[in-house]
């Protein structure tokens, strides 16, 4: 069950959708994410595998890490890497995990909580469970996005944000059905507190058993809907999903919206179907990516290998 919970009630709520000037969104594509691991061995499910960089764009690559229940001594995490020339999203929904970079960024991300880091012309960093949940062990679930910057953007200086759990905006759909939690971008007037160089919108939305939820889209926005957990449908032909599988959405023009449904019976461990609803608008420039690394030409990318192996892209800090 996610961290933030909130009574719908008494939230503000998403305007009723007018079905008089909105249209739905048809599914393009529904795809099952495949299981692997990360790092020094934590379990992850590749939920953009399958899917072309044109349907993609402007994400590059995302991980739902868990959900899993660790025993005393299991959590891991990634050793010190580099990045540059784009940005990663980590958003844990239960549990907690430490980041440290080399310029100076860091700190728990826990329940609810995102870190936003803009690796830009470089960076290094490291992604670890605190040392009390390796001791301990416990809950741990979380989603890892990459967005890719702009050409334009690719150079700029490493940035950090820390967005707490208490500065997602928190909506509810029309009927109370559905709750929206806003992490960036905007829907319906209201504004999410992530920071985004690529004009983004991210949403993790909990919906009840048997409810509906229709969100207002952008036209020029990709629309994607990664199902965390549960099991529910996507558009108004009601393509069925469940955990671990993408929905990709294909345009509607103007007034266009994205639509997520509940079944109404769900299990005992997911009671409600939890999706991450992502668009984006597409950068339109020629990808070179290799590992860590996402530029425009593969001459850029050499220099990047250049420069890690240089040294340039940033120092451990001592006792990292």
């Known amino acids: 069950m996610p961290a933030v919970v909130a009574d719908t009630l008494t939230l503000p709520r998403l305007a009723p959708p007018d ?8 599914v393009r594509s529904v795809t099952t994410a ?3 691991f990360e790092g020094e061995g934590f379990p992850v499910r590749r939920a953009f595998a399958g899917l072309d960089m044109a349907t993609l764009d402007p994400f590059l690559h995302m991980d739902q890490m868990g959900e899993v229940d660790y025993a005393p001594g299991e959590p891991r995490g990634t050793s010190w890497h580099p990045h540059r020339g784009f940005e990663t999203v980590t958003y844990i929904i239960d549990g907690t995990f430490r980041h440290q ?5 860091g700190g728990l991300i826990t329940n609810g909580d995102t870190q936003w880091m803009t690796a830009g012309g470089g960076i290094l960093h490291i992604e670890a469970p605190p040392e009390e949940l390796v001791v301990t062990g416990g809950l741990f679930h979380g989603v890892q996005l990459w967005v890719n910057l702009p050409r334009a953007n690719k150079w700029n200086p490493p940035r950090y944000q820390d967005l707490r759990s208490g500065d997602t905006v928190l909506l509810s759909s029309p009927d109370g059905g559905a709750l929206v939690r806003l992490i ?4 319906d007037g209201h504004r999410g507190p992530g920071s985004t160089f690529t004009p983004i ?7 009840s058993p048997g409810a509906r939820l229709v969100l207002p889209w952008r036209a020029d926005f990709n629309a994607l809907a990664y199902v ?3 099991h529910g449908s996507v558009g108004s032909a009601c393509w069925p999903v469940r955990t671990g599988q993408l929905a990709a959405f294909g345009p509607a023009g103007p007034g266009g919206s994205v639509t997520v449904a509940a079944d109404t019976a769900q299990d005992s461990h997911t009671p409600n179907l939890d999706v991450l609803v992502l668009g984006g608008l597409p950068i339109r420039e020629p990808v070179a990516h290799y590992g860590p690394f996402v530029m425009n030409t593969r001459a850029e990318l050499q220099q990047a290998f250049a420069d890690y192996q240089a040294g340039r892209l940033g120092v451990v800090p001592a006792g990292g």
Request: hydrophobic residues 40%.
């Open 34 to 36: 495949p299981a692997g």
């Open 101 to 105: 970079d080399s310029n100076g960024g």
């Open 228 to 230: 965390l957990a549960g």
């Open 19 to 26: 079905p008089a000037t909105i249209v739905d969104r048809p």
């Open 184 to 187: 960036a971008g905007d829907v």
């Open 201 to 207: 919108t991210l949403i993790h939305a909990t919906v």
